[in-house]
């Protein structure tokens, strides 16, 4: 297996609504990502993961909140988002971390 | 703090030239990235640029870093429609990355 899966592909949620995103690889990867991508701008790093730890959060608002449960499997919980949140969420992952991204498709997230 | 500048940001090309996307970063950097993303589509992975001097082609594309510059430069020779998209250099510094812009290439007959 050598891809980046991520589901859903698309949600609709509500400004009061939790939802969790998640993305998985059996890659044998130790380090996971969380992206935000908007509308003709460049992805923006959220959050790092290395060997199941955090170990970078650029600043996010706690309404998103990561978890990685295991070397497996990156999610990212939803709770309180405004409509500007909304923007494709893309999980990629690496070897090790500062090794090349490989990229999942992306959830694409609308926030009404 | 870490930036990426690409240029140009749109890029109509004619089918057969030649051009050039270059790809300016402010500090030290790990490595340089190339990644191509069709609209609505993911990023894939095109090139990764380690040290000062490297050169890596393939087929119509070859991207080159020079350190000392903080410059890479992503070549396209002799475009073809199926090179349109958007392309996105990007910095890692300490597991940290930064993308450019990204440049929107469109290939024209």
């Known amino acids: 297996d050598t891809e980046v899966t991520q589901t859903p592909k698309h949600l609709v949620m509500g400004m009061t609504n939790k939802k969790s995103l998640k993305c998985e690889q059996h890659m044998g990867h130790r380090a996971m990502y969380w992206y935000k991508q908007k509308a003709k701008k460049p992805p923006e790093l959220m959050f790092v993961y290395s060997y199941e730890k955090l170990s970078i959060n650029e600043s996010v608002p706690s309404r998103f909140s990561p978890e990685c449960p295991n070397s497996s499997l990156l999610n990212l919980h939803l709770h309180a988002l405004q409509p500007e949140d909304s923007a494709l969420y893309l999980c990629?992952?690496?070897?090790?971390?500062?090794?090349?991204?490989?990229f999942g498709p992306g959830t694409r997230l609308l926030v009404l | 703090e870490l930036k990426v500048e690409q240029n140009p940001l749109f890029l109509s090309m004619q089918e057969g030239k030649n051009y050039t996307i270059y790809c300016n970063y402010s500090?030290?950097?790990?490595?340089l990235y190339w990644y191509r993303q069709d609209p609505g589509k993911s990023l894939e992975s095109l090139f990764v640029l380690l040290s000062n001097g490297a050169v890596k082609q393939e087929g119509r594309l070859m991207a080159s870093l020079d350190t000392k510059a903080r410059l890479s430069t992503l070549h396209i020779t002799a475009a073809v429609h199926d090179l349109s998209a958007t392309y996105f250099c990007a910095v890692d510094r300490d597991n940290d990355m930064r993308f450019g812009a990204g440049t929107r290439l469109t290939v024209k007959p």
């Open positions: 990629a992952s690496s070897q090790d971390p500062g090794e090349t991204q490989y």
């Open positions: 500090t030290t950097s790990d490595r």
